[in-house]
């Protein structure tokens, strides 16, 4: 079984004390940032739902044919909904199509095979396009007592209101500072080291965790320098767009950026610079943002990004 983080734990309690108390909803909105374990949350309340014989403590038993076929990944009454495979079998597709949210309503249409219950997970739910999230609305008006819609979803906001309005929020949030560092340390990670990668993080945990495991606070160093380099004009824009974007660590490293900018920014608006120069980082901040979702397409992407380096040492040396 897995060890859930304390904002994990809370979060499930509150469901789990929902479904005890039955008012759980039938749709339910899983968000929050990033990487604090929404979908794992989301996959404990599945196999609660499917479970024939909860234990007292609300939870799925473990025991039960329904827990056991859940356990071998072979309960037939879960539909996980996700990216699919692109026809050349080889990347990840960016949308979910309406074909995939269709064949959904198709199963929830079908008698459980199992108990009485069918659970589909649709995450990430912001990855539906207009048509699929048109399509899932039919789904969501024709409410069934034995039919459970999890979705889960990192920006909430890209949902069409029509939908949030119909589910019910199960909301995760940052835990306090000493929290996260509490959990770092128990995950064998040095003070230090948890204040650092936490601060980098601006709080979160799971993304502190996962930079401390990929060696993720060096590379972030490595993009502050190359930043710095830039505006001083010791390093050539396109080749440091070059060498950021040669491997599959391209999306982290403009991430850092774009971070790093942020921080540039508040410097500047704490400091004695005009509205114009702060304006200049915020607006490099949104394309930096731009190109970094674009990274997936088929772009010239070095173009674009040495570009963006090259304002970004005419900027840096203008404000001085
Ligand atoms: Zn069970």
């Not at 960016?94 to 589909?120: C, H, K, M, Y």
């Not at 128990?186 to 230090?192: H, N, Q, S, T």
């Not at 173009?303 to 304002?311: I, N, P, Q, R, W």
Request: glycine fraction near 8%.
């Amino acid at each position: 079984m897995t060890t859930l983080a304390p904002w994990q734990e809370s979060v499930l309690d509150s469901a789990l004390r929902a479904i005890d108390q039955d008012r759980l909803g039938h749709a339910l909105l899983l968000c929050g940032p990033p990487v604090i374990g929404k979908r794992a949350v989301a996959e404990i309340l599945a196999r609660r739902l499917l479970c024939t014989t909860p234990n007292a403590s609300g939870r799925a038993c473990g025991q039960c044919r329904s827990c056991r076929l859940f356990a071998a990944g072979t309960h037939a009454d879960i539909q996980r909904v996700s990216f699919e495979l692109n026809d050349k079998g080889d990347k990840l597709k960016t949308e979910i199509s309406v074909d995939q949210i269709r064949r959904l309503g198709q199963w929830f249409s079908l008698t459980p095979q199992f108990g009485n219950i069918q659970v589909a997970v649709i995450a990430p739910a912001e990855g539906m396009n207009m048509s699929a999230a048109n399509a899932l609305l039919k789904t969501l008006e024709e409410p069934s007592s034995n039919r459970y819609l999890l979705l889960v979803t990192d920006h909430p906001g890209r949902l069409p209101t029509t939908i949030r309005s119909r589910c019910q929020r199960i909301e995760f949030r940052l835990p306090e500072p000493a929290a996260a560092r509490q959990w770092l340390r128990e995950r064998g990670v040095a003070d230090a080291d948890a204040a650092a990668a936490l601060a980098a993080a601006r709080g979160h945990p799971g993304l502190a965790a996962d930079w401390l495991e990929q060696g993720g606070l060096r590379l972030r160093q490595e993009v502050g320098a190359d930043l710095d380099a830039l505006a001083t004009g010791r390093i050539s824009p396109v080749a440091v767009a070059q060498r950021w974007l040669a491997d599959d660590l391209a999306d982290l490293r403009l991430r850092f950026a774009a971070d790093l900018a942020l921080d540039t920014g508040k410097a500047r608006r704490e400091g004695s610079n005009t509205a114009g120069e702060v304006g200049r980082i915020g607006d490099w901040f949104d394309a930096l943002n731009r190109c970094r979702m674009q990274l997936r397409s088929p772009l010239r992407h070095d173009l674009v990004l040495a570009g963006l380096l090259h304002e970004w040492g005419n900027m840096s040396r203008r404000a001085g």
